[in-house]
């Protein structure tokens, strides 16, 4: 018996009077205002929510950021201003104002939503706030019913602007009820994705090479600026606005389409754009008044780095390592081993080069004796034993204690009182001035990490640009096809693990000085404080497989955001968890993917029109 299947069209449905056929209904937006009316709405929103971050939201200040000046935007305010600006701006360009036409390659209405969308979550979060801890609405100035008014009205009017909505899927006859619902709500959600769909630009006009490298220092600026301004967020309520609207606006910016021209600028300029990335990084310690920020910049450099090595095994070579933290703890042990440090049993001290050698040699040959005889598994089956082999690490320099084993890791007490470096005369535990600015111990160890991170990421371009980074891609791809093209699969994959292995050491070597002792607890699956094995993996899928840049954000944020979320208390994780889940849910190829990954999730995007020895 055969099933007929119905398109949802009524007997009103207007027709083509040449064809026949049904007419393309007028496009209209979520919210049933006429174009004009939301897109003046918007506009007119946004430029409001600008002025009201110069007035005063609340009477006290009690809320964290002192609310209460007139004239001088703090605090949240800051961020609701940058919000305000940019629904203005993609509004003024969805007018087609002339000046203005060039921020918006890309779709500007659908920027103009994503801005409001942003805008108004921070408003509206700080209102919430406020009223919330200072006892209710009462307590709110002039300023927070008038940003909260203008805010809403933005994101109503940009929600009416019309869009092109997909198509009906057909509907079964047949269908149950609940098979009806949930056909009904696919449908909705459909609906509402297309209205935030935005074309992709086309190619943009011709620039001289040094307007070019304009763009890539620009850019490199306002990275600088947001990274510091996030993690120097002194109070939690900043932070959280400040997720919002960094979220949104960069949402918005894409939309625009001003990111996919400023990366086809820096992917035209790949020496450049990495030059001024790391000379970004290296300025940060210079914007800081304290080595407290320093702290945390080193550690997402350590995390980043390792992240980065991991990447070659798992986004290049496919191979789902799941206790690559081992690897970086095997260089911490060699290099503690011969700091110097008093708990050392081998008692001598060599200079920081040859300890980090040797660290990342001996990780290198671990990489080689694990994966030998374990690299013919393939998926799950290689997991189960690299999860092993992290668990083996852990469990046996727990033991090599002097009781249960040699005496040559002090158990679970660790190395302790591993001494600062000192490269050249450079001592890395003292302050120094430099450019009239005091560099303290972790802003110095930052630096030497920058260092670590720039020759990690050099070996990890080269490598993936090589015939084996080539073969490593096509192993990950299909490895039944690329054995069968001649491609030795097990010399190919042990070069991968082997390699990883080794810039996971020698970060390793760095990290026992940082953190002063090195102890078997800080190598486990999961733990609260990366770097671990599990926040490893998130980092790399979270930020794109495959990619330079993917880890090294996904790193930063994984680091930054639960360091930040304190305040949830004893649901940080749960609420991390989550935002991890809608991630992977709405955006599996990650936060920077590569192309090729990017069309596997998303098969109606369009294909790229050039192709590069990375592929897609």
């Known amino acids: ?219 490199m600026a306002v990275g600088l600026f947001v990274f510091s301004y996030g993690v120097g967020t002194s109070y939690d309520e900043l932070f959280v606005g400040f997720l919002i609207m960094a979220g949104f606006g960069f949402a918005a910016l894409s939309k625009a389409g001003i990111v996919a021209r400023v990366s086809a600028i820096t992917a035209k300029h790949r020496n450049i754009t990495m030059t001024g990335a790391f000379l970004a990084a290296a300025a940060f310690p210079f914007t800081q008044s304290n080595d407290q920020y320093a702290t945390i910049g080193v550690y997402i450099l350590i995390f980043a780095t390792v992240a980065l090595g991991l990447n070659i095994v798992v986004g290049l070579a496919g191979l789902l390592d799941l206790g690559y933290v081992a690897f970086l703890g095997v260089g911490a042990y060699t290099a503690a081993l011969v700091s110097g440090s008093p708990s050392s049993p081998l008692h001598v001290q060599w200079p920081f080069w040859a300890s980090a050698l040797l660290g990342a040699a001996v990780a290198m040959v671990f990489g080689v004796i694990i994966g030998a005889p374990t690299l013919r598994l393939r998926g799950d089956y290689l997991a189960i034993v690299t999860l092993g082999f992290g668990e083996i690490f852990r469990i046996t320099v727990l033991n090599l204690d002097g009781t249960s084993g040699p005496d040559v890791t002090n158990g679970s007490n660790g190395i302790s009182s591993i001494p600062n470096l000192d490269i050249l005369g450079f001592d890395f535990g003292a302050e120094h001035q430099i450019l009239g600015s005091t560099i303290g111990r972790f802003a110095n160890y930052l630096l030497l990490m920058l260092i670590i991170t720039l020759i990690v990421v050099i070996v990890f371009r080269r490598s993936s640009d090589s015939r084996i980074g080539r073969a490593w891609v096509a192993i990950r791809e299909d490895e039944t096809a690329a054995l069968a093209m001649g491609i030795n699969g097990f010399r190919v994959k042990l070069i991968a693990f082997a390699l990883g292995a080794c810039l996971a050491g020698l970060s390793g070597s760095v990290q026992a000085h940082v953190t002063y002792t090195v102890t078997p607890e800080q190598y486990q699956f999961a733990y609260v404080v990366p770097p671990n094995s599990a926040f490893l993996l998130a980092a790399v899928v979270l930020g794109g497989m495959g990619t330079i840049s993917g880890p090294l954000v996904g790193a930063s944020l994984l680091y930054l955001i639960p360091a930040k979320l304190q305040f949830l208390g004893d649901y940080q994780l749960f609420a991390f968890g989550v935002a991890l889940i809608l991630l992977m849910r709405f955006r599996p190829e990650g936060l920077i993917p590569n192309r090729r990954r990017q069309l596997e999730f998303h098969e109606e995007a369009e294909a790229p029109a050039v192709l590069t020895k990375a592929g897609a």
């Open 1 to 219: 018996m055969t099933t007929e299947t119905t398109a949802s069209e009524t007997p009103e449905t207007p027709r083509s009077p040449e064809t026949g056929t049904p007419a393309a209904p007028a496009a209209t937006g979520l919210i049933g205002l006429p174009a004009p009316l939301g897109r003046a709405l918007a506009t007119g929103g946004g430029a409001l929510a600008v002025v009201s971050t110069f007035m005063s939201w609340t009477w006290t200040s009690a809320f964290p950021g002192d609310l209460t000046v007139y004239g001088y935007p703090g605090g949240l305010q800051v961020l609701v201003l940058i919000g305000g600006i940019l629904t203005t701006l993609f509004g003024l360009a969805s007018y087609g104002v002339r000046g203005l036409t060039a921020l918006t390659p890309g779709s500007a209405d659908s920027a103009l939503k994503m801005a409001a969308l942003g805008t108004f979550g921070t408003a509206w979060y700080t209102v919430i706030a406020i009223s919330d801890e200072l006892g209710g609405v009462v307590n709110l100035d002039p300023g927070g019913f008038v940003v909260a008014v203008a805010t809403l009205a933005a994101l109503v009017g940009a929600m009416s602007l019309p869009f092109e909505r997909p198509e009906p899927d057909p509907v079964d006859p047949d269908d149950t009820g609940w098979e009806l619902f949930k056909h009904q709500n696919r449908q909705r959600w459909s609906t509402f994705r297309a209205s935030f769909a935005a074309k992709a630009p086309g190619p943009g006009r011709p620039m001289a090479a040094w307007a070019e490298i304009l763009v890539i220092v620009a850019a």
